[in-house]
């Protein structure tokens, strides 16, 4: 099998088309590029041997799969088992990604520990995500266990803490309508979800809750009463107290806070 001729793609100059002599005729045999093309010096009229063939198509098939990764690393950093699994979705062969992937290595495109490095900033920095998430998302992106313990302690008390402070600072805004029990619970709950450690947390609380104003608490369970009123007002008098009662204790109240609400809403209903 003798090359005919070579042609540029119209739509990618960087590729060409291979035509080979066939039974007197030319014949489309493959695409290549044109590194591909130059690294194996192919000229008009050179014979081509089976296993020259192979090794060509091996050879491009290595390079198409370099250049999508580098296409897709190009939009932000990636880790060596995003790009694996691109590829994979690509259908390229389990031996031309281990190849574009330690080029991409050597090329320095590709490195864990500096991916891993990134992610942890980004993520403590612009999302909600604390130590203990971010964790596993590295795990889930099959980063080495001793790199994702290296970066994940690059994350300090102060920062977790003052972090998790800002959170118990917004959220006690809510005491206007909540107990500051079920407020702290919630807090905990959200924080807990988020990824921080129950020591983090604690602290933030203890550092950061400033201590509540009586008259907040006793407006926030005024509110609780009033729609437990309305839920219940179907009872007689002494089991629908006793109901409020209970419901409003579950929230966290305080007894001598319920007691004053209650006397409250009696009087406001005189």
């Not at 950093?77 to 281990?98: F, N, W």
């Not at 596993?136 to 803490?161: F, G, Y």
């Not at 107990?179 to 604690?202: P, W």
Request: hydrophobic share 35%.
């Amino acid at each position: 099998m003798k090359i005919a001729k070579f042609t540029t793609q119209q739509k990618n100059k960087d590729r060409l088309n291979v035509f080979v002599e066939k039974d007197g005729k030319e014949e489309f045999a493959f695409a290549i590029d044109v590194d591909v093309f130059i690294k194996y010096g192919l000229t008009r009229g050179m014979e081509l041997e089976d296993d020259f063939v192979r090794d060509v198509l091996q050879a491009e098939e290595q390079q198409k799969a370099y250049k999508a990764a580098v296409n897709y690393l190009s939009y932000r950093m990636r880790s060596v088992s995003e790009v694996h699994d691109y590829l994979v979705k690509k259908e390229v062969s389990e031996t031309a990604i281990k190849h574009v992937i330690e080029r991409l290595k050597e090329q320095r495109y590709l490195n864990d520990a500096e991916f891993a490095k990134a992610y942890v900033q980004t993520k403590f920095n612009t999302s909600p995500s604390g130590p203990i998430k971010i964790k596993r998302e590295l795990a889930q992106l099959r980063i080495d266990p001793n790199t994702i313990e290296d970066v994940i302690a690059s994350i300090s008390h102060e920062d977790q803490l003052e972090k998790a402070g800002k959170f118990v600072k917004r959220k006690q805004l809510e005491t206007n309508r909540r107990s500051a029990t079920e407020v702290q619970q919630r807090i905990q709950q959200t924080l807990m979800q988020r990824g921080f450690t129950f020591d983090i947390i604690s602290e933030a609380i203890h550092t950061f809750w400033e201590n509540e104003d009586e008259d907040v608490e006793l407006t926030a369970c005024l509110t609780q009463a009033e729609k437990l009123n309305r839920k219940y007002s179907g009872y007689a008098a002494f089991e629908r107290k006793q109901r409020m009662k209970m419901q409003l204790r579950r929230k966290g109240f305080p007894y001598d806070v319920i007691e004053r609400a209650l006397d409250r809403l009696a009087e406001e209903q005189l």
